[in-house]
């Protein structure tokens, strides 16, 4: 069984007969109990303690668990998948891993290099990560809508796809020279790439994008809800995946010829966008307006 095929399933009910895995409470493990998988999110429990026998806690597998309020780390625990506790608003961590470091509000590899994920339940509105940290890890942020501040350490030299997104209040203090700030908007050091928009970076309807990017990173604009109108410039040649999902509001957009590619998921959940002129060599790819309905003309 791979990364929780069970997540977002809130009301699940898991039936297990196979001799490989074990259903504890409605928390599902490989038959050694090494490996956490799914924690059913509509668990009525406020806290949690991982077994001591886990080694492993897989992606996804605390998603979208609302009730929880705090979950014991276990000394054991040597490796976690990416977002295991997305979406899980109120949850405090209690670290026991050596494994692991847990300060401020926030989850590290044990060296402090890697930022693995914020928990929302800890209260911090003002982030200060570590001054080891090299690499914030992708979606680390995802939906932390509570946060006022996140500032970013001068060691910090990767920053993995939107970390930040559907982060509405957050504003970025940046002190990396490998990436920079404009008008509350982050790009890599020589503006090549638009790393991520944050919402009150959207507020006044649209955004202006330096004409020397030619990369919109992935998830870049994802909850802008103030967004409405956007003129992409000529330089850009790649919108990645999910670019500006949940733009609720975007009402226009316009796409140069330049374009080579426009990721999957793009323009997902885009309700207000009626309209798109998108050149004609581009492949539209199956979900790239999922849920949006905009109509899409050929230039």
Not at 34 to 61: D, M, N, Q
Not at 84 to 89: E, G, R
Not at 120 to 125: A, F, P
């Amino acid at each position: 069984m791979g990364d929780d095929p069970f997540a977002g399933c809130k009301d699940i009910s898991i039936d297990n007969r196979s001799p490989f895995f074990i259903n504890e409470g409605g928390v599902l493990f490989d038959k050694d109990r090494r490996f956490l998988i799914h924690y059913t999110a509509s668990l009525s429990g406020e806290r949690y303690e991982i077994p001591e026998t886990v080694e492993w806690i897989g992606k996804h597998s605390f998603y979208k668990c609302e009730n929880l309020k705090c979950v014991r780390i276990s000394k054991n625990v040597k490796f976690m998948g990416n977002n295991a506790f997305s979406d899980c608003f109120n949850i405090h961590l209690e670290n026991e891993s050596p494994y692991f470091a847990y300060e401020g509000g926030v989850l590290y590899n044990k060296e402090k290099t890697t930022c693995m994920h914020y928990s929302m339940g800890s209260g911090v509105k003002d982030v200060k990560l570590a001054d080891t940290v090299r690499t914030i890890g992708r979606n680390c942020f995802w939906n932390c809508y509570m946060i006022d501040s996140i500032e970013i350490p001068k060691s910090v030299r990767q920053i993995g796809y939107n970390p930040f997104a559907n982060c509405r209040n957050v504003h970025l203090i940046n002190h990396s020279p490998f990436y920079d700030i404009k008008d509350g908007v982050l790009y890599n050091s020589d503006f090549t790439e638009l790393v991520c928009c944050p919402s009150t970076a959207s507020m006044n309807g649209t955004v202006t994008i330096p004409d020397t990017v030619i990369n919109i990173g992935r998830n870049a604009f994802t909850g802008c809800i103030g967004l409405k109108r956007l003129v992409i410039p000529g330089s850009v040649k790649y919108i990645s995946r999910g670019a500006f999902s949940e733009c609720s509001n975007l009402e226009d957009i316009e796409i140069p010829a330049t374009i080579e590619d426009i990721g999957d998921w793009c323009f997902n959940k885009c309700s207000s966008l009626r309209q798109v002129a998108i050149p004609s060599n581009i492949d539209v790819k199956p979900n790239t307006f999922n849920s949006c309905g905009a109509e899409v003309i050929r230039k």
